[in-house]
Structure formats: C-alpha cells, structure tokens
C-alpha cells in the first residue's frame, strides 16, 4: 500500500518512472480503483452539503436568492444591454421558482428521507459520470496513438490515464473562502498535465506526437460546436 | 457446459480488457449457447437491480402526474416563453403531451410498473445481442475473419460484462452517465471480434465500430419518428 502511494504521488508530480512501475504493480485494476475512490470521496463531500441544504429549507431558498443577485452583479460588467441582463435574471429566478414548486411537491419517502437517498445516490452516480468522460475520450486518444505508432495495449493506456483524477482529490477544498474558486481550474490543468504524461509514458511515442493525440480530440469537437453554433446562428 | 459461477468469473477478466477469457470462451464447443445462458444470468441481475432501482426513485420523487399539472400551470407563465410569442404555445402543448408523459412513466415506473417491466432487460439484451452478433459476424466476414457464428455469439456475449457495473444497489438513473458503460462494451467487443475471427487490429475495430454506428443511426431515426409523430399530436 505504501509503494502504491509512492507510485501515486510520483504520478501527481509527473515522473515517468512512477507510470512505469504503476503499469506493472497496479496497472488497469489499480487505476480504476484511484478513479472510484477519488470520484466517491470527492462526490460524498458534496452529497453532504447537497443534502443539508436540501434538509434546511431557509437555506436552500437564500442559496437560490444569491445565485440570482450573483447573476445579477456579475452581468452588470457584461455588454449585454439593460433590457437583456433584466430578461436573463427574471427568468433565472422564474426557472428556481418553478424547481421550489417541484420540489415541494410531495413523494411518497417524505421529503427527508427522500433527501437522504438522492443525496446518496449522487454520491454513487459520480464515478459513472467521471467514467463517462474520461473513458470513450481514452479510447480515443489510444486509437489515435496506435494509428500514430504506438504497440502499447488498451490496458496498459487506461491504466496509466485514470491517475489524472490524482489532483482532484483537493476538490472539496473549493468551498474554503479565498482560493476557493481557483482550486477547480488548478486540479484540472494538473489532471490534463498528468495525463499528458501518462500517454506519452504508457504509450511510449514520442512527446510532441503524445500530445498531438492527446490534445486531437479536444481540438475536433471544439471545431464541430463552433461550427454548429455559428451554423446556428446563421439559421435562426 | 460450464457452471454459471465459472461463467461470473469471467467478468472480472473481461472487465479489465484480458483478451485471453475471449480465447477460452471461444475454444469450447458451444460458445453460441454458454453465451446465451451468461446473458440471461446476466440480464436477469440487471433486470432485478433495475427494479430495485426503479422502487427507489419512485419513493424520492414526486408523482408524475403532480409534475406534470405543476409543468402545465407554471410553463405558460415564464417569461422566456412569454417573449416567444406565437411560438410559446408549442413548449407547453409539448410538455402537456399524452405520448411524453406515457415515456416518461417508462422511464420512471411505479413499483408494478417495474415489476411488470423486468422480463424486458433480459429479453431486450438478449435480442440487442444477437442482432449485433449476427451483424457483426457478417462484417468480420466481410472483412477476412475466420471465425464461426458460435464464436462470434460467445465472444460478444461476454463482451457485455462491463454493464455488470450497473449492479449497483441505490444508483439512481444515470442518464448520459451510461455513456462510459457503453464505451467499454463497445471496447470490449473489439477485444470479442478480434479473438473470435483472428482479425488485425484495425479490421476488427471496423467490424466492431460498423455495426455499432448502424445500430445507432437506426435508434436516432426511431428516437427522432417518436419525437415528430410526438410533435404533429400535439399540432
């Protein structure tokens, strides 16, 4: 276990020997677990706040009143005209409204029990969300290696790339008053970063065609919605 | 034939890309049927965990027919829809429609509703299964494989062990989240086609990757009639 951790933390700072000696004692299995642990741990800290806020009703309507009037003062400095930032915070606070109404409608657990198990269904939910994305975007990103010249294997690949959830572990501290905020934008270029690596190490090409499949992907779909976007606005 | 808890134990492997459980599965003499019978175990655990599932947010969520009156007396008065003028009656109509709500029950069935629905998952898995099985025999044919239909059937019924994931007590429903389960069944049935036709990498990714894109272009047009004849009831 402690080797294990020595690995991981070598990862996080982006040794390739710590993907290297985690491909062969860990490998696919470990990675997964890293990816299911991180993922519950990060998911059960907002489960609890979720579910308090839920469970303290007075709380969960002043938390909707902040969101509108932060709505309000962060599109005061945008170039909206007055008439749009009026239209866009009527119809936050009208789309809150009606969520209140929904959820005050009753359900057959009660509404503190119901709280309870979403808030624990949430939690659970979480490593299927986190699978969602980084799975199929590695099966891409391997693809695109081996059509690059990479010999390395699926599990080998994937193994290496689940630790860019190491990072993510500091998610909770977003909450803290102050660098709050930053603390989502760090863990996810330190997550990319390690990523990158991963790749490169796992799949054993060199770092600029590492990168080129790594980053291919990102690069098309970003293409495809501005694309789809301005076609958009073009027809309507 | 092999013993269902044998059976089981290739989850694991299968789930953690091992290409040698499809070789194994492959080299017995009825691989078609000990795949049919993994499927139904298979299906019937989902079935189950599905039905649990369904219980659970019937329990936690409010009664679709009280969504559906809130919906219909609220949506006419937000104001985006207000601005939308002539084109505002069409949101509401469409969320008071019979055909949305008749999905959604589906969807979020009452406890009999779940019940009733259960012989579905494994019915509706195991004919997904053979459809793509025979479509993918064929393009791996197409393509240079030399494996046999019995092969082929055992390999791409393992290959769907990843949805084992959703036996999970409590998991609400996941919605795009099942997107990461699909992608590894479709990973691991380009690990299934290349064992049982002996295909080269990029063969076998087109045998599994064809059949997978037919399926799916035949499900958004199914998805897509359903939405417009939706639409033209609610006109």
């Keep these: 276990m402690r080797g294990l951790l020595a690995i991981a933390w070598g990862a996080a700072r982006r040794e390739p020997g710590a993907f290297v000696r985690w491909r062969s004692s860990a490998g696919l299995a470990g990675g997964l677990a890293v990816l299911l ?17 839920h469970l303290e009703l007075r709380t969960l309507c002043s938390s909707r009143d902040q969101l509108v009037e932060r709505l309000c003062d962060e599109l005061s400095y945008s170039p909206f005209p007055t008439d749009l930032q009026q239209s866009l915070t009527t119809n936050l606070a009208a789309l809150l409204e009606l969520q209140s109404r929904l959820e005050a409608l009753p359900r057959p657990l009660g509404h503190q029990g119901s709280w309870m198990l979403q808030g624990a269904s949430r939690a659970l939910s979480a490593p299927y969300r986190r699978l969602a994305v980084w799975l199929p975007y590695s099966l891409i990103v391997f693809a695109l290696a081996r059509a690059l010249g990479s010999r390395a294997g699926l599990p080998q690949v994937l193994g290496a790339s689940a630790l860019y959830v190491l990072p993510h572990i500091l998610d909770p501290l977003r909450l803290l008053p102050g660098p709050g905020p930053a603390i989502v934008p760090l863990t996810t270029i330190w997550g990319a970063a390690i990523y990158a690596r ?9 770092a600029p065609r590492a990168l080129l499949a790594v980053l291919l992907p990102t690069l098309v779909a970003v293409t495809v919605s501005v694309g789809a976007v301005s076609v958009a606005a073009v027809v309507f | 034939m092999l013993p269902i808890p044998a059976l089981v134990g290739f989850v694991p492997r299968a789930l953690l890309f091992d290409g040698d459980v499809y070789l194994e599965i492959k080299s017995r003499p009825r691989a078609g049927r000990e795949g049919a019978r993994f499927l139904l175990v298979l299906g019937t655990a989902l079935g189950l965990a599905g039905t649990l599932s369904a219980i659970v947010a019937w329990a936690t969520t409010p009664d679709l027919a009280d969504v559906r009156r809130v919906l219909a007396q609220e949506l006419a008065t937000l104001p985006l829809l207000q601005r939308l003028g002539p084109s505002a009656p069409q949101p509401v109509a469409l969320a008071a429609s019979p055909w949305l709500w008749a999905a959604a029950r589906w969807l979020f069935p009452t406890p009999l509703l779940a019940l009733a629905r259960l012989p579905a998952v494994p019915a509706g ?25 019995s092969a082929t059937l055992g390999c791409l019924a393992l290959a769907e062990a990843p949805r084992a994931l959703l036996l999970v007590p409590l998991l609400p429903p996941l919605g795009l989240a099942h997107f990461g389960i699909w992608a590894w069944v479709l990973a691991a049935r380009f690990q299934a086609i290349r064992a049982a036709h002996a295909l080269e990498g990029w063969r076998a990714f087109w045998a599994t990757l064809l059949p997978a894109l037919a399926s799916g272009v035949l499900s958004a047009l199914a998805v897509g009639v359903a939405l417009l004849a939706a639409l033209a009831g609610v006109r």
């Design chain 1, 198 to 206: 991963a790749i490169q190490v796992a799949s054993g090409l060199d």
């Design chain 1, 37 to 53: 642990a991180v993922s519950l741990f990060v998911a059960s800290a907002d489960a609890v706040i979720w579910t308090r806020s």
């Design chain 2, 125 to 149: 898995l195991f004919l997904a299964w053979l459809a793509h099985s025979l479509l993918a025999h064929v393009a791996a044919c197409l393509l240079g494989g030399r494996g046999r239909l």
